[in-house]
């Protein structure tokens, strides 16, 4: 499967922006998704990740009640709606994908990676 990460951009603190993650092949409605980010001189860190049932979802705390991880089968998307925004959420967003289908929050678990798209969040 080939992941195509979109919707980066430039926003101001408490600003929205949503990504999609676009991917080839019929059967990737089976597969789990995940969005991690990594900033400038920092590690790679999970953000948020959704089953190939729509109902499991997982987010990393800093993210809860500001980020929706989810999904349209018939576009083969994945959507991040981010909300209110931070300045410490600016940071390169990669999609990964999984055919386990099981939303885990670990890189590892993700065979599958798209291309990042830069979020930048002014102060």
């Known amino acids: 499967v080939q992941l195509q990460a979109s919707g980066g951009g430039l926003v101001q603190t408490g600003g929205s922006l949503r990504l999609s993650c676009h991917a080839s092949?019929?059967?990737?409605?089976?597969?789990?998704v995940g969005w991690f980010r990594q900033a400038p001189g920092k590690e790679r860190e999970f953000v948020a990740a959704?089953?190939?049932?729509?109902?499991?979802?997982v987010y990393q705390d800093s993210v809860k009640g500001r980020f929706t991880i989810s999904r349209n089968h018939t576009q083969n998307t994945v959507y991040l709606q981010m909300n209110s925004l931070r300045p410490e959420d600016t940071a390169v967003y990669y999609c990964?994908?999984?055919?386990?289908?099981?939303?885990?929050?670990?890189?590892?678990?993700?065979?599958?990676w798209g291309q990042g798209t830069l979020v930048t969040v002014s102060s």
């Open positions: 990964a994908a999984d055919s386990a289908g099981i939303a885990y929050n670990t890189g590892r678990r993700y065979p599958y």
């Open positions: 092949g019929r059967t990737f409605s089976r597969y789990a």
């Open positions: 959704i089953g190939w049932r729509a109902g499991g979802t």
